[in-house]
């Protein structure tokens, strides 16, 4: 029945076609509409975004002076007028610190946002953006400018209602001409689709090839149909009558093949060429889906492809076979083939469980069989020829033995390649020998087995000066190895030539000019095949050179380049040695470390070649003190070592003698030197200089202390010599030791308290003549979780020294920042300023600037509140770049405060110079106000310098109110210490800002 009524409603071909046409119209006008639909609502969001954007713009430009002038009615005003806007869901103004100035809501007048999209929003530079846009709203920021400054935020929402039913009224429409077009095209079809009978043609054209005798051409099957029966009937008929001939047809293609293959073999002298060649025969005349042969790699396991009649056939690329049958790639005919040593026929490939990793690959190109002949060389199986048909059961007998013969052929051809190559091979080696023994750079000479010279090359003659005619018919002199300069050689040479057939080794000989030289040199016993003696090979180079360099790099390894002393390597070998001495003798030994004073000096005004001169000399007035069983060593730079061995027994004595011999060098290190600078044209110029030296010595027994240890005490007394003035020799203290220690452990706990947050901030309040705040400065404390509560004065230097000033620096004023930004949250705080330390190093970094103002866009504050406090040490060094860099910061609306003024280098030409706003008062002066007449005179001056400059001046140390009312008197603005309050943490800090009581 339902093949009945698939008849009625698909048999026709009028039908066929015209529901054909009628499907694709239909499905092309759908596709057609959809993306007509998508770009509409796409031109439709736009136009809402733009609309929306020009509004909120407008809005902005608007409102602008009415939020500088903080009118919020003004603002409310400028939004009713956009009220009666039909799509219009809300807008409103808000300013930077989030705070809605003006709504069409009224209820959100004077509260703060507090979604994510507006959070989000004020943290971005101001420039207008879309922040919502979908189906429903569009919702967009405008930034308010005002003289060039962000001020605030318009934010404008749409509501798409409008462009939904647009949208929906473009549906209906497409949908109306769909249904017409549709009906349209059904109609034409049906009409067209009378004249189209292609498949009743296409039978009488297989009719009339039938008649003109091609017997290869068939009738096309497409359905169940009259013309599908009467096609199939022809093709019914056609194969009976056409096998016999096909059959006849495959023997003569295969036996062509195997002929032109022949003349290939006898042709080509290339192996790869004639495979290749091959593979293409077999497709050509025999017409194969694809030919390759392979061979097997050489762990006799996987399969290497060497010639193919397509390599690029989708059953070539990736391709892998295996001769493991324990693999899925080994089980295929050519892996079968070569593992079995004979012919594999897979007469229908695609049902063939052997051949499943491949049968994806073969049904899409039409492969249905396979066959594969095993390919033999030297008589054993190395490879195989694999052959693919797309005719099911293509391979019968008389194929198979055709074929079988040609892979014997190609096997036969294989073993000639070989010997070929063999002979060809041979030619080339002795070419090649004879090309390296004239060729070579090593003398060759070759002697017969009663060691008389037969044949030597050109660098025979060179090395030793002999011709060789010379040499010819003699015994070589390497042979004879004169006794008296390689005492014993001779003997031990020949033995070992006896009893293992060779020898080397290092021997000294004469050229023919009397020369001597040094020469490494191979001899090699040659024997026949019945172990008889026939030759002697000797090979010989001439080391005499290398020689030399290994001395060479031996200096350069232990010994100073500019002053020829012991370098740092040979000095610790030798204090290792001598440690072990004086444990065995008892005897003290002594390690002095000396360094030159002020030697960069002269090497920044003279030169560094005035330098190395003193250098020099020093060694050389170093080297006459001292004994000649001590070591005088330059480890680098103008530092010097100097090792006492063998003292005394007696501690006290050994001080005593190391002294005298320190005294001894310091004095010779005393007197004038005269150096010489040489000026452009070459004439030497001498010049006197006075120079001392700074030296540590450090006593030393035995092994308890390590040689690297010993250097660094040695290290640490010379710095305690410089300490005391130079010129002079200290002994190392153990309590130096200790506090170093202390100081390496201190650095290691406070690079600890920066991973684990131990540091904090503490404030003190800064109040104006009437006793307001008026600000604070930022103080930082540790409080260490063993130590307690570490003073700044300890730590902060370290942190210089140690680099890590410049973290803690980042963070300090990252957390003022954060602090500025909360404080600007509140009435009560939003005028206060905060004063921040900044050290002389992290100032002076290329990326200050940088990170400063990274900060200040993170926590968007007023930068006007932040106040950096410097000190005159700031100044020493890179003036010109810390002025720019001070004036770069102040641009940017930071101020700057002069800490500690007149305890350090104050130079008023370059405080004139210098962007600053505030000097401080060091505490110092205020403590003794009352008792020294010499603080007042200078609290005074600071006072009247700070009034004459136009700068606020800033007392530290108020502790009384005597205190206070002098300053007051002096004209002082601001005043800081435990008077007003002391330093707190935050919380305790706002809590003294709530009790302050004005004076």
Known sequence: ???????????????????????????MLLGLTGLLLKQQQNFLDDASIRRAMTLANSVAYSSSSWILANDVVGLSEILQGYRDKSDLDRAFIINLQGQVLASTQSQEVGLFITDNISLTSLAKSPVSEVLVANSKIIDVAAPVIADNRHIGWVRVALNQQTTQANLRAVLLSSLEFIVITVLIVLTLSTLLAKGMVHRLQQLIGVALSIAEGDRSVRADVQRDDEIGDLAININTMLDSLTHSEQQMDRLNHVYAAWTESIAAIVRETDELVLLDRICQILVEKINFRLVFIGFTDSDNDWIDFVACSDWQS?????????????????????????????????NDYLTNTDATPWQKVARANSIRSVAAFPLTRSGKVVGAISVYSQEVNYFNSDIITLINGLSADISFALDNFDREKQRQQAETELTLAASV?????????ITDAEKIIVRVNSAFSTLTGYDAEETIG????????????????????????NAQGYWQGEINNCRKDGNRYSEWLTITQVNDKNGAITHYVGIFIDITERKLNEERIHKLAFYDALTKLPNRRLLIERLRLAQFASQRNHHHGALMFMDIDRFKILNDTQGHDIGDQLLVEVAKRIAHCVREQDTVARIGGDEFVIMLEGLSEHETAAIALAQRIGSKILDALNSPYLLYHYDQHGYSLPIEHHSSASIGMKLFQGTEIGSDDILKQADMAMYQAKQAGRNTLCVFDPDMQSRLNQRASLEVDMRQAMQNNQFCLYYQVQVNQQGYAVGAEVLLRWAHPVRGNISPAEFIPLAEESGLIGMLGLWTLSESCKTLAQWAKHPDTEGLTLAVNVSAKQFDRDNFVDQVKAILDRTGINPQRLKLEITESIILVNVEQIIDTMHILRRLGLSFSMDDFGTGYSSLSYLQRLPLSQLKIDQSFVRDLAIDNNDTAIIRTILALGSSLGLTVVAEGVENEQQRDYLISGGCDIFQGYLIGKPAPLALFEQQLHDLKPW
């Open 1 to 27: 029945m339902s093949k009945y009524l698939t008849f009625k409603v698909f048999g026709s071909i009028q039908r066929q076609l015209a529901l054909t046409y009628g499907c694709v119209s239909l499905v």
């Open 314 to 346: 989708p059953c070539m690329v990736n391709r892998k076979i295996s001769v493991n049958p324990e693999r899925p790639e080994g089980v295929g005919a050519t892996g079968q083939a070569i593992r079995e040593h004979k012919v594999q026929i897979f």
């Open 437 to 445: 023994f004239e060729n070579s750079q090593q003398g060759i000479f």
């Open 474 to 497: 003699r015994i070589p002199a390497q042979m004879q190895v004169s006794e008296q300069n390689n005492e014993g050689l001779h003997q031990l040479m020949w033995e070992q030539i």
